[in-house]
Nanobody, 126 residues
Framework: EVQLQASGGGLVQAGGSLRLSCAAS????????IAWFRQAPGKEREGVSC????????FYGYFVKGRFTISSDNAENTVYLQMHNLKPEDTAVYYC???????????????????WGQGTLVTVSS
C-alpha cells in the first residue's frame, strides 16, 4: 500500500516562498508518478505539478508560470514542491498523490491518481 505524508504548509506573506514535502513509501516498482494538487475553499481541486520517477519528466499547472519547481530525492522517496512568489490566490490545501506506473501528463488530473496523502494548508496573506 502506497502511503504519502505531506508537510511544509504554513502562513506566508505575498511574494514569499514555501517548500512542501511529500514523503512516500510502499511503491512496488521504480516507475511511479507523484503529483501535487490543491483545493481552495469553494473551488475544485486542481493539479499543480507532477513528476515521473522513471525519467524525471515534470509538468505544471498553467497558473504556476515558472513560480514553482517540483523535484524528487529518490533515495529518500521524497518529492518537494518549492514555491516562490506566492500570491493570495495560491491559498489552498495542498495534497500529494501517487500512481504507479507513472501517469504524469501535461494535464494533471486527480482521477488518474489512486493514492493520496493528507493535505497541508498554505495560506498566503496580502
Amino acid at each position: 500500500e502506497v502511503q504519502l505524508q505531506a508537510s511544509g504548509g504554513g502562513l506566508v506573506q505575498a511574494g514569499g516562498s514555501l517548500r512542501l514535502s511529500c514523503a512516500a513509501s510502499g511503491f512496488t516498482s521504480d516507475d511511479y508518478a507523484i503529483a501535487w494538487f490543491r483545493q481552495a475553499p469553494g473551488k475544485e481541486r486542481e493539479g499543480v505539478s507532477c513528476i515521473s520517477s522513471s525519467d524525471g519528466s515534470t509538468f505544471y499547472g498553467y497558473f504556476v508560470k515558472g513560480r514553482f519547481t517540483i523535484s524528487s530525492d529518490n533515495a529518500e522517496n521524497t518529492v518537494y514542491l518549492q514555491m516562490h512568489n506566492l500570491k493570495p490566490e495560491d491559498t489552498a490545501v495542498y495534497y500529494c498523490a501517487a500512481e504507479d506506473p507513472s501517469i504524469c501528463l501535461p494535464s494533471i488530473v486527480d482521477v488518474d491518481f489512486r493514492s493520496w496523502g493528507q493535505g497541508t494548508l498554505v495560506t498566503v496573506s496580502s
